[in-house]
């Protein structure tokens, strides 16, 4: 009886252990941009593949504050971007899609996530680097 109990308690551990890890980081390769312009047509799209606007993105969708309320938003978003993460080089690249409305009065963006439908902020000073960051690309 004893056996079991402690077999019992190890495999709860050992269960609350694998549920405690998150999900795995991947490395984020490449970045899809399309603007939307204002009859609401998407653009073409434009590739982000460089180290240093990747990185860029990168840091600042780390910075987002999420939320997981479902919301609709009033207008169209300005941008949808839709990013690449690499997991393991024998698996194929999983994509995030993600659409981005910047608040010109605050200065913050708003970012929608098409995935788990959720949405988030960004503060002024990230969501003016990730606007920069397009714009360099002449997406904005």
Partial sequence: MKKII?????????????????????????VDVQKIDTEGNYED?????????????????????????VVKMARKPDIKATLFYTFDENIPERLYEYEIWFN????????????????????KDNAQALKSNFLKL???
Wanted: overall charge negative.
């Fill in 45 to 69: 799209v434009v590739m982000i593949t460089d180290s240093e606007s990747i990185d860029l993105t990168r840091r600042a969708f780390e910075q987002i504050k999420w939320d997981d309320e």
């Fill in 104 to 123: 010109d009065n605050a200065g913050t963006a708003t970012i929608i996530s098409n995935e788990n439908e959720s949405y988030g902020e960004l503060d």
């Fill in 6 to 30: 402690n077999f019992t308690s190890l495999f709860v551990f050992m269960v609350l252990l694998v549920g405690c890890m998150g999900e795995e980081k991947g490395q984020l390769t490449r």
């Fill in 138 to 140: 002449q997406v904005l």
